[in-house]
């Protein structure tokens, strides 16, 4: 139903990020690395890919920073036992590349690492995912960028612009809000 929202990021509370958008707050989970992103953006315009679970008695709005987190969600929502709330909390404990490249590696040592996921579970997952997630697999940025990238694209720049001007921005300190202000005049 929805793709995603742009708006003014009102407050978070816990893990669900309140977006205001054209005066309406709406209340977004969201995933741990994500908030934790967004928590630097409070009154700043953001945009999130989101995800509408709807039941009988509630409507409930999961919100991701990029569409390939989006996408490995609703992939996991497919496997049989895995609901909003596990796959949300296996994208706060493992980013979405790693998660995909441990499921086509067959790796179910990563997997079960993750609460509310045991061996019966992590197979399952890999038997209903394993080739289904190849264009999530490999990351585009080191790991220690990651945090850096995401928070580029919550103040509203597309991935793709984002990851163009990456490797012109490089290297960076280490300094988050330095490297932020270096990224910042890279994007201009």
């Keep these: 139903?929805?793709?995603?929202f742009r708006g003014i990021l009102d407050r978070i509370d816990g893990n669900v990020a309140v977006v205001d958008v054209n005066g309406i707050g709406y209340r977004i989970n969201c995933s741990l690395p994500d908030i934790g992103a967004l928590s630097m953006q409070k009154g700043k315009?953001?945009?999130?890919?989101?995800h509408l679970v709807h039941k009988e008695d509630s409507m409930t709005l999961y919100g991701f920073l990029t569409e390939e987190s989006r996408k490995g969600y609703e992939a996991l929502l497919k496997v049989g036992g895995i609901g909003p709330r596990t796959a949300l909390n296996m994208l706060s404990r493992c980013n979405i590349a790693t998660l995909a490249q441990s499921i086509e590696n067959e790796d179910v040592s990563i997997l079960k690492k993750i609460p509310g996921i045991g061996e019966k579970t992590a197979k399952k997952i890999i038997l209903d995912l394993k080739g289904k997630l190849g264009d999530l697999v490999g990351e585009k940025v080191p790991k220690d960028d990651q945090d850096?990238?995401?928070?580029?694209?919550s103040m509203g720049y597309s991935e793709a612009e984002v990851l163009k001007c990456y490797e012109k921005a490089r290297p960076f300190s280490g300094d988050f809000s330095a490297d932020i202000k270096k990224f910042l005049k890279v994007m201009s």
């Design 45 to 50: 315009e953001v945009k999130l890919f989101l």
């Design 148 to 153: 850096l990238v995401l928070a580029m694209i």
């Design 1 to 4: 139903m929805y793709d995603y």
